[in-house]
């Protein structure tokens, strides 16, 4: 089975900047395929798991959730099976546990936002934002 591993969480100040890293590797990823979606997704404390960011492994696609939008950016290194979360002027309302996920299929007309498409998930990485 493939597998995803985050890292880049931790602490920082409000209107500071994070940048989450997402390895993927394992034989199960069709990373080859310019239409095969990554995504970041956040859980805060107490509330349902929320859409952040996803990308096209084409690098040439990408979605937002209107929180985040102009904020956040997502992009990819293919060469090192990575996508990258940049979060910039961070907010308390950004804290929250961090997952990345690849999706179960490759070939949809644009990045999905729904959860419930991605296979595979990362165990997550927390990033704490203090006011």
């Known amino acids: 089975q493939g597998q995803l591993v985050e890292s880049g969480g931790g602490l920082v100040q409000a209107g500071g900047s994070l940048r989450l890293s997402c390895a993927a590797s394992?034989?199960?990823?069709?990373?080859?395929?310019?239409?095969?979606?990554m995504g970041w997704f956040r859980q805060a404390p107490g509330k349902e798991r929320e859409f952040v960011a996803a990308?096209?492994?084409?690098?040439?696609?990408?979605g937002y959730a209107d929180s985040v939008k102009g904020r956040f950016t997502i992009s990819r290194d293919n060469a090192k099976n990575t996508v990258y979360l940049q979060m910039n002027s961070l907010i308390p309302e950004d804290t929250a546990v961090y997952s990345c996920a690849a999706d179960c299929v490759s070939g949809r007309p644009s990045p999905t936002y729904y959860s419930g498409n991605y296979c595979t998930w990362g165990q997550g990485t927390q990033v704490t934002v203090s006011s």
């Open positions: 990308i096209f492994w084409s690098g040439g696609t990408t």
């Open positions: 394992g034989r199960t990823f069709n990373v080859d395929s310019s239409t095969y979606t």
